[in-house]
T-cell receptor
Framework: EAGVAQSPRYKIIEKRQSVAFWCNPI?????LYWYQQILGQGPKLLIQ????????DSQLPKDRFSAERLKGVDSTLKIQPAKLEDSAVYLC???????????FGDGTRLSIL | GENVEQHPSTLSVQEGDSAVIKCTYS??????FPWYKQELGKGPQLIID?????GEKKDQRIAVTLNKTAKHFSLHITETQPEDSAVYFC?????????FGSGTQLTVLP
């Protein structure tokens, strides 16, 4: 089966600019997650969707980050405006159901100048 | 919230030797413990997982053990090969939301 697809793979922007990331989960996977992975650390959950509803966004900096999952399939994560500390890899993962094994995409590496 | 500690942060072994990575967790309600392998420029790849009703699970050269009483779990890799070199992450979940450890850089020396 096809894995989790993410784009773009790399993005370089200046601080205060906006950026968006796209994720296409494994077909049929109801649960979708966005993680932030800072260099040298483990991934940290930002937001979890069950179909097109938000299950947990307690660690999402809502003043600058937003995410949506229209129609319960693809998802986008947006940052506006970006700060230097947002430089990280943004990973998308999906699972067949909540609590099931999570499968990750290869991420988008974001660099803020 | 859950806190996962992982040791060691770096590990070098000779090809053919065994490698062991250990993690502890804080939330006794956590019931799912996956291990991921991450190669440079790639996303984490699930290599093995264990649920709290099982004490040990094995898949070829990889095994995971869980001690619920002590709240720790370990990854064991036997007969290591150069392609096992990567960063390994443990995680704990209750349920769905994974909390990751800080990772172990494993280097297998030929």
């Amino acid at each position: 089966e096809a894995g989790v697809a993410q784009s773009p793979r790399y993005k370089i922007i200046e601080k205060r600019q906006s950026v968006a990331f796209w994720c296409n989960p494994i077909s049929g996977h109801a649960t979708l997650y966005w993680y932030q992975q800072i260099l040298g650390q483990g991934p940290k959950l930002l937001i979890q969707f069950q179909n097109n509803g938000v299950v947990d966004d307690s660690q999402l900096p809502k003043d600058r980050f937003s995410a949506e999952r229209l129609k319960g399939v693809d998802s986008t994560l947006k940052i506006q405006p970006a700060k230097l500390e947002d430089s990280a890899v943004y990973l998308c993962a999906s699972s067949l159901k909540e609590g099931g094994p999570q499968h990750f995409g290869d991420g988008t590496r974001l660099s803020i100048l | 919230g859950e806190n996962v500690e992982q040791h060691p942060s770096t590990l070098s072994v000779q090809e053919g030797d065994s490698a062991v990575i250990k993690c502890t967790y804080s939330d006794s309600a956590s019931n799912y413990f996956p291990w991921y392998k991450q190669e440079l420029g790639k996303g984490p790849q699930l290599i093995i997982d264990i649920r709290s009703n099982v004490g040990e699970k094995k898949d070829q050269r990889i095994a995971v053990t869980l001690n619920k009483t002590a709240k720790h779990f370990s990854l064991h890799i036997t007969e290591t090969q150069p392609e096992d070199s990567a960063v390994y992450f443990c995680a704990a979940s209750n349920p769905g939301q994974l909390t990751f450890g800080s990772g172990t850089q494993l280097t297998v020396l030929p």
